[in-house]
């Protein structure tokens, strides 16, 4: 009998590894709502094996004779399933994981059940699977030691150094496993302590995120159970990492002014500067995407937020009649996301050359997105991503080139801090 959370596990992974479905993930959160799966058990199997997918092939290539190449990719996510307890999961015993394994295997891999049972019973039987040689490849090393794309790290070799390299990559490792929530208060209608106490109060822990003073970070298990309670349901409360709050934090909008969100969506720091407004003013928030300017509304709805005009348009293409017409302009461009590739393990994978165009993307966002600022008013540029060539580089080149506006503050976060890799810089015109 296979049990029902290793069955959605399977599934999950199987539809990432096929059809690169990362939205499945969202099954995680339906699935504790909705069944009497262990969610925690879930989710940290999906996670796990999606986080480790190079270390977990390399193991698994040396344990079967042709290869992982000469295995298909239900058998496949099955080995990884299995080996990942075997490896990860000390509240596991080592039959549960062989046997589970062989009972999937039985259903979704038939006249596999037997060479599944090979591969994880060979594992135990090893004792131990050397890394690749630091001496011949530091980069194909670090590569499979913290399951992150080979083309990131030479990147980040390149920018960091070896040694800085490694610890940003123990970093993000340790914050994976970590796994927490944060939450953005409505400090306009209840403060955080009240929120705190009002969720000790339901047996949630939650402690003061340092970033910013409206932000809570949920601790322990507590964070399947924020969309049920009534502080979300009334809008005080949103989920929004603490990074995020800050940035927006930053941006000091005032109620009564105008600001532009250029690139808006999902509309979480736009939610976030609207309550600091006290819902007083205007947001101009854009997406370029129809479905996701919806987010934003939908949100707008959720939180009662009446001042934000969302609308789908290309932040990098000149309005004339927005020339000088906002107190402030935030420009969260599109970016790599290097910097929060501990909660998003696709990012992991993500190939340095199907990113290179994007500095260019980026600098003509920021471009445009200058001309709409009043004057003595500011820019918030921001990122979530530690790649110097799209923060500091993006910023000084506009500043070399437009002499009239000045840097006012500038902070890149890391995860060897404990925080996502934000960026961000504030320019005053």
Known sequence: MIDIARKTAYEILLGIETDGAYANAEILARENRESDIDGDFLRRLVYGVWEKKIYLDYILDKLITKGIKSVDKKTLTILRMGIYQLIFMDSVPAYAAIDSSVELAKVNARGRDGFVNAVLRNYTREESIELPRKEDSISRYLSVKYSVDESIIHKWIEEFGEAECESLLAAINKNSEEYSM????????????????????????????????????????????????????????????????????????????????????????????????????????????????????????????????????????????????????????????????????????????????????????????????????????????????????????????????????????????????????????
Request: include cysteine; glycine fraction near 6%; aromatic fraction near 8%.
């Open 182 to 429: 944060d939450l953005r208060v409505n400090v306009s209608k209840k403060t955080r302590e009240a929120i705190k106490n009002e969720f000790l109060d339901l047996g949630i822990d939650s402690v003061y995120a340092p970033l910013s003073e409206r932000s809570l970070k949920i601790s322990g298990k507590g964070g399947n159970r924020i969309t049920e309670t009534e502080a979300y349901k009334n809008g005080l409360v949103s989920i929004q990492s603490q990074e995020s709050t800050w940035i927006a934090d930053l941006v000091d909008p005032k109620p009564g002014e105008k600001i532009l969100d250029a690139c808006a969506a999902p509309g979480g720091k736009t939610m976030a500067l609207a309550e600091a407004m006290l819902n007083r003013g205007k947001i101009v928030a854009w997406d370029i995407y129809d479905h996701r300017v919806d987010m934003i509304r939908e949100q707008a709805e959720r939180l009662g937020i009446t001042i934000v005009s969302s609308t789908v348009h290309n932040a990098g293409e000149y309005i004339p009649e927005y020339e000088e017409a906002f107190d402030s302009v935030l420009v969260d461009v599109p970016c790599s996301g290097y910097g929060v590739m501990s909660e998003k393990p696709e990012i992991r994978y993500r190939k340095t050359d199907s990113i290179i165009d994007l500095p260019d993307v980026q600098r003509n966002i920021l471009q445009t997105c200058s001309r709409y600022v009043k004057y003595e008013g500011k820019i918030i540029y921001s990122t979530c991503t530690i790649n110097i060539d799209e923060n500091k580089k993006i910023v000084q080149d506009f500043l070399d080139r437009n002499h009239w506006f000045k840097l006012e503050f500038e902070r890149q976060l890391l995860p060897q801090e404990g925080y996502k890799g934000f960026y961000v810089a504030v320019i005053r015109h």
